[in-house]
């Protein structure tokens, strides 16, 4: 049997011996610190296997025989033979292969089961116990002092294959998109494939699309739409949805009622000016012309403040000027009690450098923002205002000229997208009669009835013109 002693300083370079000599397969047998160092008693696991096979199978039953034949009870003679012969011999090539063997085997059991080395010793006593002391192996030491005191024999690990390297941020990313537009892609055909089987939704996204409602807010509607509803019943259901996502403080007092300091603001020409009369006719009308404040910051355009000037005059109201921030904020303290007190702003571009200073001048305790918003504007076009002039909190606003728009659906689809709350709607020069209370029901319908025919209408084979570009689904809350 092929067991060698490996002594050298250290625990690990005579670890290297041994592995230099058995290879992988190394099987430490013992070590021991030396005076000189540390001594490593292994051998190889194919000197074990060789041995195995080599040994006769017909001598170990005799060897086996003869022992159950020597440990029958009674027969004292035959034991005390059977031990002086132990003795002699101490550990036959058979023991020592099988305590070996059963010492690989639970080497192997631990390090499947996570077994510790205190349990093995404690399974491995027995069999040492039984073993003369000639012939048993050094103890396996645990100090700190010598690491590592015992490798455990495990199979020789597969190399994993080098890993590629790490793609650049900018594939990572590209990878992505191309992934959300093939998934959007397979989407959209799948959608245009279902709404093609079924005619009333069909028919439904051509009348919301002609009305000028977005790709986006009517797809999310309809892909809501119960499957079993007739057309009368789709027609109304859809009405509903809208209806009752479009906010309006019908259930609120009234703007001349409630009271407060509002800044109109909005894109140029939506009507800001003649919105500030009606609100200011109003409350005249309601609490007298001791109840409103009207203070303008345009001066910018020609002529701004002698026209909010004229229409104060027709209400018995003085219109002040305010060049500044401070100037402002000394009317606001002078108008303080006043039931309403209006303030009318240039009228910027929503990309226009100037809109960041006006919005905060306006920026003062106490003042509200009411934005205006032209009813008849394309639906590009007020969402860039919607999102240019949001502000924190609630959105205020009001939808003019509604007697211009040819649809009220691209207005009512960016209140309903951008979660605004409509407080009136005008129509006409006429202060203050020419403004109404926002209705949703009344606004939904009339966008709704069908307009005349345009240029501009699609047809049903143009269902896959709109959306073959990719439409994000509406991301706000949808009351359906």
């Known amino acids: 049997m092929n067991i060698q002693r490996f002594t ?14 058995f290879g992988d397969g190394t099987l430490i047998l013992s070590n021991r610190p030396t005076a000189t160092g540390v001594e490593v008693v292994a051998t190889a696991e194919d000197t074990l296997a060789a041995l195995d096979h080599s040994e006769s199978f017909s001598n170990r039953s005799k060897d086996q025989a003869a022992l159950r034949k020597t440990s029958t009870p009674g027969n004292t003679e035959t034991s005390n033979l059977v031990e002086d012969d132990a003795t002699k011999l101490t550990m036959s ?3 020592f292969q099988d305590y070996v063997r059963e010492r690989m085997l639970r080497r192997r059991h631990e390090a499947i089961s996570g077994q510790t080395e205190p349990a093995l010793k404690e399974e491995a006593a027995p069999i040492i116990r039984r073993m003369p002391e000639s012939a048993r192996v050094a103890p396996i030491q645990f100090e700190p002092r010598v690491q590592p005191k015992v490798a455990p024999v495990r199979p020789t690990p597969v190399m994993a294959p080098a890993l590629a390297p790490a793609m650049s941020q900018g594939i990572v990313d590209e990878l992505h998109a191309m992934k959300a537009l093939i998934e959007d892609r397979f989407n959209t ?23 000028g409602y977005s790709p986006t807010l009517a797809r999310t509607i ?13 027609v109304r259901w859809v009405m509903d ?10 259930a609120a007092r009234p703007l001349q009622e409630e009271g407060g300091t509002y800044a109109l603001v909005g894109a140029t020409g939506v009507g800001k000016t003649t919105t500030a009369a009606k609100l200011a006719g109003l409350c005249v009308r309601a609490h007298g012309p001791s109840s409103v404040g009207l203070i303008t910051l345009d001066t910018y355009r020609v002529g701004a403040h002698e026209q909010l000037r004229s229409y104060g005059r027709m209400l018995g109201v003085v219109a002040h ?9 000394d009317l606001l303290n002078l108008l303080g009690n006043k039931k309403m007190i209006l303030i009318d702003t240039t009228g910027l571009a929503p990309s226009d450098p100037r809109k960041r200073d006006m919005l905060d001048v306006l920026n003062l305790p106490g003042v509200n923002r009411l934005l205006v918003l032209n009813a008849g504007g394309h639906g590009d076009t007020l969402d860039d205002v919607v ?7 609630v959105q205020q606003a009001v939808l003019s000229k509604i007697d211009e728009a040819a649809k009220l659906g691209p207005a009512l689809d960016a209140a309903i997208r951008h979660q605004l709350v409509l407080r009136g709607v005008t129509m006409g020069q006429k202060v203050p009669e020419d403004w109404e209370s926002a209705d949703a029901a009344k606004l939904i319908r009339q966008s709704m009835r069908s307009p005349g025919k345009s240029a501009f209408d699609p047809t049903s084979a143009d269902l896959g013109f709109f959306f073959t570009e990719s439409t994000p689904s509406y991301s706000g809350r949808l009351d359906a």
Not at 222 to 234: D, I, K, N, V, Y
Not at 241 to 250: G, S
Not at 387 to 393: E, I, L, P, R, V
């Open 8 to 21: 050298a300083p250290t625990s690990r370079e005579a670890l290297a011996k041994a592995r230099l000599a």
């Open 93 to 95: 090539t058979l023991s």
């Open 189 to 211: 055909l799948t959608w245009l494939g279902q709404a093609r089987q079924h005619p009333i939704q069909s028919n439904l996204m051509l009348k919301l699309i002609r009305a």
């Open 222 to 234: 309809l892909e809501r739409m119960p499957e079993e509803m007739g057309a009368p019943e789709s």
């Open 241 to 250: 949805v809208l209806e009752r996502n479009l906010k309006t403080d019908a």
């Open 321 to 329: 000027l305010a060049h500044d921030r401070a100037a402002l904020q």
């Open 387 to 393: 999102s240019s002039f949001k502000s924190n909190g």
